[in-house]
């Protein structure tokens, strides 16, 4: 989660907020030592989409966008996150994300257009229905880190990526 913070503030990203489930202290204290604040969400169970919709009634109507990262990807870099709102910023698009040859990854950045959408209760399938009906329109920035892409699930992939080589 730290690494997901780092790449996100040093990527410019301002607030950072991250969402984390009631009684997680430890993950507060890491979440805020680099940098972030940090909202509980009471009702995790509904999946991702309701962090996210906790985050824009935090950030309010008059945000000019949200860039969404999973924790699970925390090989991405601050240079690429520059690089995404650089160019979010000179479009007019809705939504931006980044490519690593045929492969979408994130952050995925939402423009105020689609927050109703996000906020919809009726909504099924979450953040990615919104992006799967909005694709035509994206822009689809290409990026040389694949940790835009790379998915880091258990501890024996984070293993993998942190610490290569024999084990120890």
Do not use: W
């Not at 000179?90 to 906020?119: C, D, M, N, Q, Y």
């Not at 953040?127 to 689809?140: G, N």
């Not at 892409?149 to 984070?158: A, G």
């Amino acid at each position: 989660m730290s690494a997901v913070v780092g790449a996100l503030v040093g990527g410019g990203c301002d607030p950072v907020l991250v969402v984390v489930a009631p009684e997680q202290e430890e993950i507060v204290r890491k979440a805020e030592a680099a940098g972030a604040a940090v909202l509980v969400n009471p009702d995790p169970g509904e999946g991702p989409i309701t962090s996210l919709r906790l985050v824009l009634e935090r950030l309010g109507e008059d945000a000019p966008g949200v860039a969404f990262c999973p924790v699970d990807h925390p090989l991405l870099t601050a240079e690429t996150v520059a690089q995404l709102l650089d160019a979010y910023r000179e479009s007019e698009t809705a939504l931006a994300l980044p490519v690593v040859g045929e492969k979408r990854g994130h952050p995925v950045i939402f423009g105020p257009a689609l927050f109703p959408e996000l906020k919809d209760p009726g909504l099924e399938g979450g953040a990615r229905t919104v992006v799967h009906r909005h694709l035509d329109e994206a822009l689809l920035i290409p990026v040389h880190d694949p940790g835009a892409v790379t998915d880091i699930d258990t501890p024996e992939q984070y293993r993998a990526a942190f610490f290569p080589g024999p084990p120890r």
